[in-house]
């Protein structure tokens, strides 16, 4: 079971946005993520705890931020609820879309999963329903994946096999390269893993 942390920063400026301390773990129906967000001086900002199932589809998703709340699903699209901080209004969505993406590198392990591509495939179009910081609003975003190569990286525990994935954003061409190890995130714009106690976790075939 992988537990770690990630540096997270704004991809423009590199402006510190705090951290995210995970853990996760592949098992018999799917694959889960659990984190905590801190801020830069250590204060909480929010959760995100993420299921899919065998085919990366999300069965389960709650995020909490800023005293908003979403949950969500892969229901006839996927379906969500999100809340207001004070608790008394609730609005549903529901968007005809693949999963859910947002800021944490949960998003795009579970995406990785649910394309399944493979180097010589063509990109691979995917709608995604992301919500922002810091408030979790919903919009719906269309991106192209591919998978440009896979490399075996020698480590102290054998070797590790790193996916590089091309992901451009379909609205306005901005391209950039994410970097997964099983169910680990090395590196995405804004993401850094600075710490792992147990090597990735490897999905069957």
Known sequence: MPRGRY?????????????EHFQCAPGPS?????????????????????????????????????????RGAALDGVTWVRTDPTGTEATEGNVPAH???????????????LLRLTAAAPPTRVRLVAFTDPVLAPRTVDQAWALVKSEAHPTDSGPLMVDEYQVSALDTGEQHAVHIAGDVVLSAPGIELEELETPPSTFPA
């Open 7 to 19: 540096s997270l920063h704004d991809p423009h400026d590199h402006t510190p946005l705090g951290d």
């Open 99 to 113: 999963a859910f993406t947002g800021t944490s590198p949960a998003f795009y392990v579970a995406t990785a999963r």
């Open 30 to 70: 799917g694959w889960r993520y659990v984190s905590r967000i801190t801020t830069p001086t250590g204060e909480d900002r929010g959760s995100v705890d993420l299921a899919v199932d065998e085919l990366g589809r999300p069965i389960r998703l709650e995020l909490h931020a800023a005293d908003w709340q979403v």
